[in-house]
C-alpha cells in the first residue's frame, strides 16, 4: 500500500511568482486537503477536496486554489506568491468525506521559500 | 470556532522519565481528538486517535485521555527514549471539515 506522496520535496520562488504543488493520495481514499505550517506553528487549513469538489475551505484568499482529479490525486495553485507564503504545505488524505471523524494520513510535505 | 491550546511549547526531559503534554479546547462539542507526531521538517505521524464516547487509548508506551467537560486531553509518554523527540501536536476537528491543530509540544529526551 503507497502512502501519501507530495513533489516537489522543497521549492524556491520569487515574490510575485505561482507555484503549483502535487499530491498523491493514499491508495483507496477519495478525500484530499491541503494544510499551510509555518515555522513553529501548527498546520493551518487551507481546503478539502472530495470527488473532484471543493468541501470546505479555510480562512486561506482566492488567490489559492486547487484541483482534485479522477484518481483522486490533487494540486494546490498559489498566485501572486508573497513572502508570508513561505511554509510547510501538507497534504493528508482520508477514505471518505472528511469531518475530522477518522485519521488523515500526511504526506512528508513541501517546502515553499518565497524571496 | 475551535481554538487548540498546547502547553508546554517545549520540554526536556532525561531518558526513562515518564511525561505529560497537555492540549485545551475551546468547542467541548468536539467528537474526537487526534494526536500527532512531527519530526523536524517532516510530515505528520498520527499517533492516537479518541472517539468522544472513549475516555482514552492506549498504543504501546502511549495513552491520550479526552475530557470534554473540561476541555483537555493528555498524552502520557511511559519510560522515554530519546527517540521519542519530536513535536507533538494534538488537532480536533473544525467547522469547515478540517483538522484544527495546537502549535505542538517540541519535546527533547536527553541520553
Known amino acids: 500500500e503507497t502512502g501519501v506522496t507530495q513533489s516537489p520535496t522543497h521549492l524556491i520562488k520569487t515574490r510575485g511568482q505561482q507555484v503549483t504543488l502535487r499530491c498523491s493520495s493514499q491508495?483507496?481514499?477519495?478525500?484530499v486537503s491541503w494544510y499551510q505550517q509555518a515555522l513553529g506553528q501548527g498546520p493551518q487549513f487551507i481546503f478539502q477536496y472530495y470527488r473532484e469538489e471543493e468541501n470546505g475551505r479555510g480562512n486561506f484568499p482566492p488567490r489559492f486554489s486547487g484541483l482534485q482529479f479522477p484518481n483522486y490525486s490533487s494540486e494546490l495553485n498559489v498566485n501572486a506568491l508573497e513572502l508570508d507564503d513561505s511554509a510547510l504545505y501538507l497534504c493528508?488524505?482520508?477514505?471518505?468525506?472528511?469531518?475530522?471523524?477518522?485519521?488523515?494520513?500526511f504526506g512528508p510535505g513541501t517546502r515553499l521559500l518565497v524571496l | 470556532k475551535q481554538e487548540v491550546t498546547q502547553i508546554p511549547a517545549a520540554l526536556s526531559v532525561p531518558e526513562g522519565e515518564n511525561l505529560v503534554l497537555n492540549c485545551s479546547f475551546t468547542d467541548s462539542a468536539i467528537y474526537n481528538l487526534q494526536w500527532f507526531r512531527q519530526d523536524p521538517g517532516k510530515g505528520l505521524t498520527s499517533l492516537l486517535l479518541i472517539q468522544s464516547s472513549q475516555r482514552e487509548q492506549t498504543s504501546g508506551r502511549l495513552n491520550a485521555s479526552l475530557d470534554k467537560s473540561s476541555g483537555r486531553s493528555t498524552l502520557y509518554i511511559a519510560a522515554s527514549q530519546p527517540g521519542d523527540s519530536a513535536t507533538y501536536l494534538c488537532a480536533g476537528p473544525g467547522s469547515a471539515r478540517q483538522l484544527t491543530f495546537g502549535s505542538g509540544t517540541q519535546l527533547t529526551v536527553l541520553p
Open positions: 493528508a488524505s482520508s477514505p471518505r468525506r472528511g469531518r475530522g471523524e477518522e485519521t488523515q494520513y
Open positions: 491508495s483507496g481514499h477519495n478525500t
